[in-house]
């Protein structure tokens, strides 16, 4: 069991705290984690969840309920941080939204992939698959029109754009390399073909820098944030560190999803605050003090709890 935790978490936390001393000593700048991030994002994740797809057996990709306890987590969580944000603390409704988004949006492309590979194997990379497919096309599109509601002085007025922005937001997402290519390689495991070794070497070749690059590119976020405790904070602590995961187990027993793909949802609902929530908060000049406090603190205490999680699991 020691062994299973120190695999999942000893690498994680070492090459963040590479990426966050690389700052720290003057190496890199806290701007260039935008390059590594682009890698990440645009090209290594997209091919290692391709590269998990092919080599995951139809049977295991075709789990609806899988797939619904991981909506319920992921979307359920989101809903209820939007009422706590609007009606607990009286936030407006663009500061709710990016409250939901930085309660409710795991940090699945850096933090969660490497931990679930090296836990799970290559089937690791399903929760982070289905995870990534329902964020980029229900949760954040949702987050751009409730934002844009929230920015006009007379709802109703800017209907027709606001379902022209969803429906642009949506088109980018399904054009993703992280979204494209994964369905990709379902269809490939679904019409069972197998793709020539060669191929599958050099889709391998560019997915093994995901999991490296994505955690120092996190290392090198996290430089420089400001350490705060409010209120706000504390509340966005306990829904995404806490309460997320609980609702992953109650979609697994409402869904009949057991074994590994069951630890697979729990662990991904753990998983810390995604630094994309940050981007989204300055791009909006909303919330983002709370939004930069909640992820750096989130991602320090998600060592602990994942590592909690492998024990209990393993």
């Given at each position: 069991?020691?062994?299973t935790?120190?695999?999942?978490l000893?690498p994680?936390?070492f090459v963040i705290?590479?990426?966050?001393?690389?700052g720290?000593?003057g190496?890199l700048?806290h701007?260039?984690?935008g390059?590594?991030?682009?890698?990440?994002i645009?090209?290594?994740?997209?091919?290692?969840?391709?590269e998990?797809?092919v080599k995951?057996?139809?049977?295991?990709?075709?789990n609806?309920g899988?797939a619904?306890c991981l909506t319920?987590?992921l979307m359920g969580t989101y809903?209820l941080?939007?009422i706590v944000?609007?009606?607990?603390?009286?936030?407006?409704?663009?500061?709710a939204?990016m409250?939901?988004?930085?309660?409710a949006?795991?940090?699945?492309?850096?933090f969660g992939?490497?931990i679930l590979?090296?836990?799970?194997?290559?089937?690791g990379?399903?929760a982070?698959?289905?995870g990534?497919?329902?964020?980029?096309?229900?949760?954040?599109?949702?987050?751009?029109?409730?934002?844009?509601?929230g920015?006009t002085?007379?709802?109703?007025?800017?209907?027709p754009?606001?379902?022209?922005i969803?429906?642009q937001?949506?088109?980018?997402a399904?054009?993703?390399?992280?979204?494209?290519l994964?369905?990709s390689?379902?269809?490939?495991?679904?019409a069972?073909?197998?793709?020539?070794?060669?191929?599958?070497?050099?889709?391998?070749?560019?997915?093994?820098?995901?999991?490296?690059?994505?955690?120092f590119a996190?290392?090198?976020m996290l430089?420089?944030?400001?350490?705060m405790i409010?209120s706000?904070?504390l509340?966005?602590?306990?829904?995404?560190?806490?309460l997320?995961?609980?609702?992953?187990a109650?979609?697994a027993v409402?869904f009949?999803?057991?074994?590994?793909?069951?630890?697979?949802?729990?662990?991904?609902?753990?998983?810390?605050?995604?630094?994309?929530?940050a981007m989204?908060?300055?791009?909006?000049k909303?919330?983002?003090a709370?939004?930069?406090a909640t992820?750096?603190?989130?991602?320090?205490?998600?060592?602990?709890?994942e590592g909690?999680l492998?024990?209990?699991?393993?």
């Amino acid at each position: 069991m020691l062994n299973t935790i120190l695999n999942g978490l000893l690498p994680v936390a070492f090459v963040i705290i590479l990426g966050w001393l690389s700052g720290r000593i003057g190496l890199l700048k806290h701007d260039d984690a935008g390059v590594l991030a682009t890698l990440v994002i645009r090209f290594a994740l997209p091919f290692a969840l391709f590269e998990g797809a092919v080599k995951t057996s139809p049977d295991k990709l075709h789990n609806v309920g899988f797939a619904l306890c991981l909506t319920l987590g992921l979307m359920g969580t989101y809903v209820l941080a939007l009422i706590v944000g609007r009606f607990v603390f009286r936030h407006d409704l663009r500061t709710a939204t990016m409250q939901a988004l930085v309660c409710a949006f795991p940090d699945m492309a850096y933090f969660g992939a490497p931990i679930l590979a090296s836990v799970f194997g290559p089937e690791g990379f399903l929760a982070v698959l289905v995870g990534n497919l329902i964020t980029s096309i229900f949760m954040l599109p949702l987050t751009i029109v409730l934002t844009n509601l929230g920015g006009t002085d007379q709802p109703g007025s800017d209907r027709p754009d606001i379902l022209r922005i969803f429906g642009q937001s949506v088109a980018r997402a399904v054009i993703n390399p992280i979204v494209w290519l994964p369905i990709s390689g379902m269809v490939l495991s679904f019409a069972h073909v197998t793709l020539p070794e060669p191929v599958l070497t050099s889709v391998d070749l560019i997915a093994k820098a995901a999991g490296g690059t994505s955690l120092f590119a996190l290392g090198l976020m996290l430089y420089g944030e400001r350490f705060m405790i409010n209120s706000n904070v504390l509340t966005n602590l306990a829904i995404k560190n806490f309460l997320q995961p609980a609702i992953m187990a109650l979609g697994a027993v409402l869904f009949g999803v057991v074994g590994a793909p069951a630890h697979q949802a729990v662990i991904t609902g753990a998983v810390p605050t995604a630094t994309a929530a940050a981007m989204f908060a300055l791009k909006t000049k909303t919330y983002t003090a709370d939004a930069t406090a909640t992820i750096l603190i989130s991602t320090i205490l998600g060592v602990i709890t994942e590592g909690l999680l492998i024990a209990y699991f393993f």
